[in-house]
């Protein structure tokens, strides 16, 4: 028919695993809960999961955690921080990157 996709495919069968935003917070989610189970936060994060917004943007849902999480979290950034751990500004794109040990990881 006239009226058919080309490809065999329409907007209806679109899916998240055809999404580059998809994997980026996938990858992103593992990389955090990673870093949680090290860190014995792993139960305290029910809600972490990789997400997409409607515009296909890959988004990592956090959730609601106790006040007690919120300040094991915050205690491990500023030990984090002191440690060395920064964030530098690539100038031509403007994407941060992941300094000392964390440089090399996909």
């Known amino acids: ?9 329409d907007s209806a069968a679109w899916s998240p695993l055809d999404s580059d935003g998809w994997y980026a917070a996938r990858n992103a989610t593992t990389a ?3 870093v949680l189970v090290r860190a014995g ?8 999961r990789a ?3 409607a515009f ?5 849902e956090l959730g609601r955690v106790s ?3 919120a300040e094991r979290l915050a205690e491990l950034l500023r030990l984090a921080l002191t440690s060395g751990f920064s964030r530098d500004r ?5 994407e941060p990157t992941i300094t000392e040990e964390h440089k090399g990881r996909a």
């Open 67 to 69: 006040p007690d999480t």
């Open 56 to 60: 296909g943007h890959g988004l990592v």
């Open 1 to 9: 028919m006239a009226d058919e996709p080309i490809g065999g495919r």
């Open 41 to 48: 936060l792993e139960k305290d994060f029910p809600y972490l």
């Open 32 to 34: 955090l809960r990673d």
């Open 90 to 94: 690539n100038d031509d794109d403007h």
């Open 51 to 53: 997400d997409l917004n």
